[in-house]
Every structure is written in C-alpha cells, then in structure tokens.
C-alpha cells in the first residue's frame, strides 16, 4: 500500500473509530512516516546527548535489497510480517522455513502484533506505535502471498489485470528492474500492483498456481478490520468482540469503497491528494477536516532537531524528549523488538 491508504483512508478510520483530529494526526503519520524513515544511526547533540534511531525502510523501497539482516530488521517487522501459513503458534506449514515468513492477511501473527499494542497503549508512544501497527497490519492484505527476503518464493509471471494500460507500462518497467537477474524481495515481480486499490489482477505464483487478487476487496476488508483494532484500542479491549463493535457505518463504508475503486491514478501521491480533498469537503460522517502530510518536509524531524540541519552536534531542548519524532523512533524500537524477539519465536520463527 502507499501513502493514499497508510496516511488518507487510515485517517478517515480513525476518525470513524472515536480518535479525536490531533489523536488520528499522530496516528496517521506514524503509519506513513513508516515508508519514510529511511536514515539511521547517531544523533549528537552539543550538550554530548546522543540518540539512536533505527529506519523502518530502505531508500526508494528497492524491491532488490540483498542485505539479509537488513531485509530481517526492517522488511520482516514493518512490510512483509510472516504469517505462519496463517496457522496458530506451535503449528508449522508444510514444506520449508520460507513457507512461514511468506505475508498471509489478518494472521494469528498479525492479531497477536495487534493485541501486544494494545496490550501497551499506556507507554507515552502508544498512538505513535498504533500507527506503526496499523501500517504492518495493512500491508498484510496487500503483501500476501510474497516474503520480505530474496527467495524465488517470490517470483511470478502471467501477471494481468483489469487495466491493459497499467499492465503495458509495467510489463516494459519490470524486465529493465530485474535486469540484473536479482532474486525478487517481497512483490518485487509484481512491483506497484498490490498497491493499486482500483486493480484485479492475477499472476502464476513460484509454485505455478493461479493467484487472483481484487483489490478495492482487500483495502476495504483492510480497512474493516482496522476499524474494529483502532475501536478495540480506545477501549482498551485486546480481544475485540467484533459484533458488539460492529462495523465501518455504511455510509461511510460506500464512500470509501467508491474512491478504492474509481481512485486510478498510477502515482500513489495523486491518490492521496484526492482522498485529502474528499476530507476536506465533508464525504465522510466526522465532517469537513483539513489534513496534511509533507514528507519533503519532514515536519517531525524538523520540530524536534531545531531546523533542517541534521548532522554535526545539533542543539539540545529538553523538548526533545517529547517530540513526535522521539517518540516515533521509540515506538518503532519497541514494535520491532516486540515482532522480532517476543512474537515470532512463538511461531517458531528466528529473524535477525
């Protein structure tokens, strides 16, 4: 998915699921600043603090990253959540390892991810790390199927869809991407299709089995499931009953089902422009809202290290500590501690 779900349409469920404008803000650029974070390392501050933070994604998201611990630390816990073949904890899928770090939608992995936020939502990042969560838990409908490592796992071909002129442009894109006869990381063969809300398409997987995809399908049954997590947050209920929860108000759930599927452009940018406008003219019950992200901007980064000059000693504030990029860094060390060291081994699964 790309910043028109992880920033606009999480927007438009966290406001329908009871978060106040300055609550959802937080929200929402946690999950898209997750595509954003590209940089690591040591912040030095003239006053000898230091603070390190770690990326939660690789610059222009290159689909041929063949940095394993790399692909472990930040594929793993933050795009590709293995899913365990979307069996329980103890259960293992047949064949080998790769069969349980392939991404399976909604899995027993996902929901415990799900659960362990909520589980923490008094920690001073909760919304920060809820944004994070909500971003992983996404891309679990949209990356199914593909694992975050260099595997032939994840190769695929016979790829159509319902829009001859995407599939053009993409079949010329993809032979000059994989060129180099790299192994393809995550939907790397498929590049942007998953990411297309308006697309139904369809591939033959590594295992030569047809693959049928629909799209505006699974960003709504995304959303859906978003709502009842972000609901099941504000009330501090791991376990949402979802019946008592119900549902995304019709209304609201036909809207959005409309601009999945009529919302075509290919550039996830002008998708987002779109979904903002609709906020801001009332298409959605919450009423008329103004909503903004910049990543050129870095508007966190800049608020919190005093300006746009981010290397050298840079000036100390004890406003640091309370910054929303601070607490960002903290919540993605906390979610990737949690994924990687705490959850996963209970599925039997060691990264990183």
Same mark, same amino acid.
Not at 77 to 84: C, S
Not at 141 to 160: D, R
Not at 280 to 290: D, L, V
Not at 325 to 345: G, M, N, Q, S, V
């Given at each position: 998915?790309?910043?028109?779900?992880?920033?606009?349409?999480?927007?438009?469920?966290?406001?329908?699921?009871?978060?106040?404008?300055?609550?959802?803000?937080?929200?929402?650029?946690?999950?898209?600043?997750?595509?954003?974070?590209?940089?690591?390392?040591?912040?030095?501050?003239?006053?000898?603090?230091?603070?390190?933070?770690?990326?939660?994604?690789?610059?222009?998201?290159?689909?041929?990253?063949?940095?394993?611990?790399?692909?472990?630390?930040?594929?793993?816990?933050?795009?590709?959540?293995?899913?365990?073949?979307?069996?329980?904890?103890?259960?293992?899928?047949?064949?080998?390892?790769?069969?349980?770090?392939?991404?399976?939608?909604?899995?027993?992995?996902?929901?415990?991810?799900?659960?362990?936020?909520?589980?923490?939502?008094?920690?001073?990042?909760?919304?920060?790390?809820?944004?994070?969560?909500?971003?992983?838990?996404?891309?679990?409908?949209?990356?199914?199927?593909?694992?975050?490592?260099?595997?032939?796992?994840?190769?695929?071909?016979?790829?159509?869809?319902?829009?001859?002129?995407?599939?053009?442009?993409?079949?010329?894109?993809?032979?000059?991407?994989?060129?180099?006869?790299? /192994?393809?990381? $995550?939907?790397? =063969? %498929?590049?942007?299709? #998953? +990411?297309?809300?308006?697309? *139904?398409?369809?591939?033959?997987?590594?295992?030569?089995?047809?693959?049928?995809?629909?799209?505006?399908?699974?960003?709504?049954?995304?959303?859906?499931?978003?709502?009842?997590?972000?609901?099941?947050?504000?009330?501090?209920?791991?376990?949402?009953?979802?019946?008592?929860?119900?549902?995304?108000?019709?209304?609201?759930?036909?809207?959005?089902?409309?601009?999945?599927?009529?919302?075509?452009?290919?550039?996830?940018?002008?998708?987002?422009?779109?979904?903002?406008?609709?906020?801001?003219?009332?298409? /959605?019950?919450? $009423?008329?809202? =103004? %909503?903004?992200?910049? #990543? +050129?901007?870095?508007?966190? *980064?800049?608020?919190?290290?005093?300006?746009?000059?981010?290397?050298?000693?840079?000036?100390?504030?004890?406003?640091?500590?309370?910054?929303?990029?601070?607490?960002?860094?903290?919540?993605?060390?906390?979610?990737?501690?949690?994924?990687?060291?705490?959850?996963?081994?209970?599925?039997?699964?060691?990264?990183?």
């Amino acid at each position: 998915m790309q910043i028109d779900f992880h920033h606009a349409v999480t927007y438009v469920v966290a406001r329908l699921a009871g978060f106040s404008p300055a609550e959802a803000d937080i929200v929402v650029y946690s999950a898209q600043y997750v595509d954003d974070a590209t940089d690591e390392g040591i912040i030095e501050f003239s006053s000898g603090a230091l603070f390190h933070r770690i990326s939660s994604a690789h610059k222009m998201l290159d689909y041929r990253n063949s940095e394993e611990l790399g692909n472990h630390r930040v594929w793993l816990p933050f795009h590709f959540l293995p899913g365990n073949d979307g069996l329980p904890a103890g259960a293992n899928p047949d064949g080998s390892f790769i069969n349980k770090i392939i991404c399976r939608p909604n899995s027993h992995v996902a929901r415990d991810m799900v659960r362990d936020c909520i589980d923490q939502s008094h920690r001073p990042y909760a919304l920060h790390r809820l944004g994070i969560t909500m971003h992983v838990y996404a891309d679990t409908w949209a990356h199914q199927g593909f694992a975050g490592v260099n595997h032939k796992i994840n190769e695929a071909s016979s790829l159509v869809s319902n829009d001859s002129d995407f599939d053009i442009r993409f079949t010329d894109k993809i032979v000059n991407f994989f060129i180099d006869k790299a /192994f393809p990381l $995550g939907h790397g =063969t %498929v590049l942007s299709y #998953p +990411d297309q809300p308006h697309l *139904k398409w369809e591939y033959n997987n590594a295992y030569g089995r047809l693959i049928v995809r629909d799209n505006p399908a699974d960003f709504i049954d995304a959303a859906g499931h978003m709502y009842h997590v972000m609901r099941a947050y504000r009330e501090g209920v791991s376990l949402p009953d979802f019946d008592r929860i119900g549902r995304i108000p019709d209304v609201d759930r036909d809207t959005m089902i409309r601009f999945l599927q009529n919302t075509t452009s290919k550039e996830g940018e002008k998708r987002h422009r779109v979904w903002l406008d609709a906020v801001g003219i009332g298409e /959605f019950s919450f $009423g008329a809202e =103004t %909503v903004h992200y910049d #990543p +050129d901007e870095k508007l966190w *980064k800049t608020q919190a290290l005093g300006g746009k000059k981010w290397t050298g000693q840079l000036p100390y504030s004890e406003d640091f500590l309370h910054s929303n990029w601070k607490l960002f860094h903290d919540a993605l060390l906390a979610h990737r501690f949690a994924i990687i060291h705490e959850i996963l081994p209970q599925y039997g699964i060691c990264a990183a």
